[in-house]
Nanobody
Framework: QVQLVESGGGLVQAGGSLRLSCAAS????????RGWFRQAPGKEREFVAA????????FYADSVKGRFTISRDNAKNTVYLQMNSLKPEDTAVYYC???????????????WGQGTQVTVSS
């Protein structure tokens, strides 16, 4: 079992930055690939970014490529999402998740955090 807790969300103006963190406890952190997803009101949960167990490989949604960076610190059992040049359309609840292998499909992620709200004002 893995427990995931996100933090770092908040309200920011367009063009600003936020860094989300997701701390893990339970089963060995480095066993899992990690991902970030987001869900806006009335929309389905969508993939944002993912990182492999070692951190050597990453995937990004086209909508965030070049603006967001996913990273992980296995010694601290934490994964991060650095979000720069934020836009109003980035407003959503952001979730971190853990999967057995690197994937962009939310159906492959077995463990989820409770989410953190990110609001970008125009």
């Amino acid at each position: 079992q893995v427990q995931l807790v996100e933090s770092g969300g908040g309200l920011v103006q367009a063009g600003g930055s936020l860094r989300l963190s997701c701390a893990a406890s339970g089963r060995t952190f480095s066993t899992y690939a990690r991902g970030w997803f987001r869900q806006a009101p009335g929309k389905e949960r969508e993939f944002v970014a993912a990182i492999s167990r070692s951190g050597g490989s990453t995937f990004y949604a086209d909508s965030v490529k070049g603006r967001f960076t996913i990273s992980r610190d296995n010694a601290k059992n934490t994964v991060y999402l650095q979000m720069n040049s934020l836009k109003p359309e980035d407003t959503a609840v952001y979730y971190c998740a853990a999967a057995d292998s690197l994937t962009t499909s939310r159906y492959e992620y077995a463990y989820w955090g409770q989410g953190t709200q990110v609001t970008v004002s125009s």
